[in-house]
Every structure is written in structure tokens, then in C-alpha cells.
Nanobody, 123 residues
Framework: VQLQASGGGSVSAGASLKLSCQAS????????MAWFRQAPGKERDFVAV????????DYADSVKGRFTMSRDNVQNTVYLQMNSLKPEDTAVYFC?????????????????WGQGTQVTVSS
């Protein structure tokens, strides 16, 4: 399975961005998918996760109410709609997928990772 993330960019505080992550390969095995982010000098942090059904999603407290994750299993793509962006949202955003878990906020449980897309928010 390969994951291709896109949609990052440089924006001002309060703006919106929508990230996409398309899976290819043996996608029929994929279960939970998630977004993580890593700021310079910091650990990779959980952002959002969505179950295979696309019905249930959960978010880190820092983004709850501002970010929305969705999933299109026909297109094998997950999205992260990011609204009201803040400078502290600046990071490289990674999408991840797991075969075995429907839901996990632990990065070590993910089998596949995208290459990351940079999001920079200026004040």
C-alpha cells in the first residue's frame, strides 16, 4: 500500500486548508486511517482518526471543532479539512493507515505512512 498526501501550503492564521491522502495498492486490506503531524524538534502527534466506515472520527483536543476528517472508500482517499488555522498548527502532516485496527491514536500501530505535506500558518 502506498499513501500519497497533498494539499499543504502556507496560509495566514484563520485560513483554511484541505489535505488529501490517496491510497493505492492493496487497499482492500485497509481499516483505520489517521492523520498525524510533526512540528520541528517535536514528536509526531495524533491529529485525527477515522474508521473504515467513515462514520466515526475522533480528534486531538487541540484541533477538535476546527478540523474534520472524512473518507471516500471508492476513491481510497481520506481528507482533513482544517479551518481556523493557528500558527501552532504549523507542522508536517502525515497520513497513516492500518490493516488491523479500526481505530488507534498510537502511531506505532500504523502499517503505512504517506510522505508528509507541509502546513505553515503565519500570524
Amino acid at each position: 500500500v502506498q499513501l500519497q498526501a497533498s494539499g499543504g501550503g502556507s496560509v495566514s492564521a484563520g485560513a483554511s486548508l484541505k489535505l488529501s491522502c490517496q491510497a493505492s495498492g492493496s487497499t482492500f486490506r485497509l481499516n483505520g486511517m489517521a492523520w498525524f503531524r510533526q512540528a520541528p524538534g517535536k514528536e509526531r502527534d495524533f491529529v485525527a482518526v477515522i474508521r473504515f466506515s467513515g462514520v466515526y472520527a475522533d480528534y486531538a483536543d487541540s484541533v477538535k471543532g476546527r478540523f474534520t476528517m472524512s473518507r471516500d472508500n471508492v476513491q481510497n482517499t481520506v481528507y482533513l479539512q482544517m479551518n481556523s488555522l493557528k500558527p501552532e498548527d504549523t507542522a508536517v502532516y502525515f497520513c497513516a493507515a492500518t490493516n488491523s485496527r479500526s481505530y488507534s491514536i498510537d502511531s506505532s500501530t500504523y502499517d503505512y505512512w504517506g510522505q508528509g505535506t507541509q502546513v505553515t500558518v503565519s500570524s
